[in-house]
T-cell receptor, first 111, second 115 residues
Framework: DQQVKQNSPSLSVQEGRISILNCDYT??????FLWYKKYPAEGPTFLIS?????DKNEDGRFTVFLNKSAKHLSLHIVPSQPGDSAVYFC??????????FGTGTRLTIIP | EAQVTQNPRYLITVTGKKLTVTCSQN?????MSWYRQDPGLGLRQIYY???????DKGDVPEGYKVSRKEKRNFPLILESPSPNQTSLYFC??????????????FGPGTRLTVL
């Protein structure tokens, strides 16, 4: 049973435009959500996170939105740059280090 | 430089031949974990360790063993590998003092092929 789902395996966005990556979860016990970015031949690296007590967190070009009632979170990248091309994983946890990952979305930024 | 290292990075082996993938971190982290990444399934946790001599099963532990005799090392052991263990493996570590999971650092990955 996939508790964290990323329904779009891939996404292509023009450079300079907004990229929106989506993630849905089913377990209402999750209280911390994260996005990881992965380049080929490298391990995932932490990008941004949000606690369930918030509905938005910003870090430069990256913003994560959390809609608890819909069990949905999204990552916005504005403006998109070629270096943002990577696979993005959302992940969730409930109060500890164990992460439950989604299946990933491959983002391609078109110059 | 803070890092998690894995060896080997690539391995091709045959069914039944025991192998060990090593993982080492230099950040004095208490928590270490192994994941496998498969197409369409994302990353799934195999085993984790809260500290030295403390290990526990993750979501997909069958066919794997781990040990945590030293804080910095967390090897993954496949006693009798099978083709369904062909995958990309990641080791990760984090500090438990923050109480949050966003300090988890990942190694570069080990691509294993079992023929």
């Amino acid at each position: 049973d996939q508790q964290v789902k990323q329904n779009s395996p891939s996404l292509s966005v023009q450079e300079g435009r907004i990229s929106i990556l989506n993630c849905d979860y089913t377990n209402s016990m999750f209280d911390y959500f994260l996005w990881y970015k992965k380049y080929p031949a490298e391990g995932p690296t932490f990008l941004i996170s949000i606690s369930s007590i918030k509905d938005k967190n910003e870090d430069g070009r990256f913003t994560v939105f959390l809609n608890k009632s819909a069990k949905h979170l999204s990552l916005h990248i504005v403006p998109s740059q070629p270096g943002d091309s990577a696979v993005y994983f959302c992940a969730a946890s409930f109060g500890n280090e164990k992460l439950t990952f989604g299946t990933g979305t491959r983002l391609t930024i078109i110059p | 430089e803070a890092q998690v290292t894995q060896n080997p990075r690539y391995l091709i082996t045959v069914t039944g031949k025991k192998l060990t993938v090593t993982c080492s971190q230099n950040m004095n982290h208490e928590y270490m974990s192994w994941y496998r990444q498969d197409p369409g399934l994302g990353l799934r946790q195999i085993y984790y360790s809260m500290n030295v001599e403390v290990t526990d099963k993750g979501d997909v532990p069958e066919g794997y063993k781990v040990s945590r005799k030293e804080k910095r090392n967390f090897p993954l052991i496949l006693e009798s590998p099978s083709p369904n263990q062909t995958s990309l493996y990641f080791c990760a570590s984090s500090s438990r003092t923050s109480g949050r999971p966003d300090t988890q650092y990942f190694g570069p990955g080990t691509r294993l092929t079992v023929l």
